[in-house]
């Protein structure tokens, strides 16, 4: 017999409440009949939250009980429920895997013969680029996270403002590739060595948990591995773009 929820959510014409979609889309996908109750003006809503002494919409009952809102749903259900406290790999693996994808769209889109080289520039480059648009969203967390590890910054504080510019302009340089390349590598260079070392000492020497400020100031990643990778993966570049430039 299929089980019964019961639904209190906010569905007012301006304002139509996502944790009571993710709720019914929930419950739905758990194989639960809902009554699903609209709560369509705020007096509504303040009034029911009033008598039921609850201080948020949705809610939820499920044989009678009060479950709770969305949040208490998951942990009802026994799913993962995200805190501050959580770190992700997920923002990372995602930059990663699309930076791929437009690396060899852009590759074999143009019909270029394989080189897997220039596959790797493309990669590089184009995840700079979107590593760089994570961190100007929101320049000012971003600039707080990174105060926190790099060497530079922290004697300089508006080079923590400079990092994402000097890092999008390199990037977009080496996509161009030939003279352009050449132009990006000491800008490269430069960042990626400060990072590099930063991370280093922060992580291994120091031995401090930290949060990257690699994919922006709002991320939950890890100060390591990533971290050092992205740093030593822009000096790899910009030696070889010097490099390339001196032997081809």
């Not at 009949?33 to 709560?39: A, K």
């Not at 996270?145 to 080079?159: I, S, T």
Request: with cysteine.
């Amino acid at each position: 017999m299929t089980q019964k929820a019961v639904l209190y959510r906010m569905t007012k014409p301006v304002h139509l409440c996502p944790f009571g979609l993710k709720s019914k889309d929930l419950l739905r996908r758990k194989g639960f009949g809902i009554e699903d109750h609209h709560l369509t003006t705020r007096a509504e809503t303040d009034e029911y939250k009033a008598e039921n002494n609850v201080e948020t919409t949705p809610q939820i009952f499920i044989d009678g009980k009060c479950i709770g809102g969305y949040t208490d749903l998951r942990r009802y259900f026994g799913l993962h429920v995200r805190t501050d406290e959580d770190t992700s790999y997920r923002p990372i693996l995602a930059i990663f895997s699309v930076a791929a994808l437009m690396a060899l769209a852009l590759f074999f889109g143009n019909g270029q013969p394989i080189s897997y080289i220039r596959l790797i520039e493309l990669f590089v480059a184009i995840s700079m680029c979107v590593l760089a648009v994570q961190k100007l969203q929101d320049l000012q967390s971003f600039s707080t996270m990174f105060l926190g590890y790099d060497v530079l910054a922290r004697k300089y504080v508006p080079y923590a403002f400079f990092y994402p510019f000097a890092e999008a302009g390199a990037g977009v340089l080496m996509l161009a590739g030939g003279l352009f390349g050449l132009i990006a590598a000491p800008f490269a260079f430069f960042i990626g060595a400060i990072g590099a070392w930063s991370v280093f000492k922060a992580v291994y020497i120091e031995k401090r948990e930290l949060k990257c400020a690699c994919a922006g100031g709002n991320s939950q990643v890890p100060l390591g591995f990533v971290s050092l990778s992205e740093n030593v993966a822009m000096i790899g570049m910009a030696i070889w773009m010097v490099a390339k430039a001196y032997v081809y």
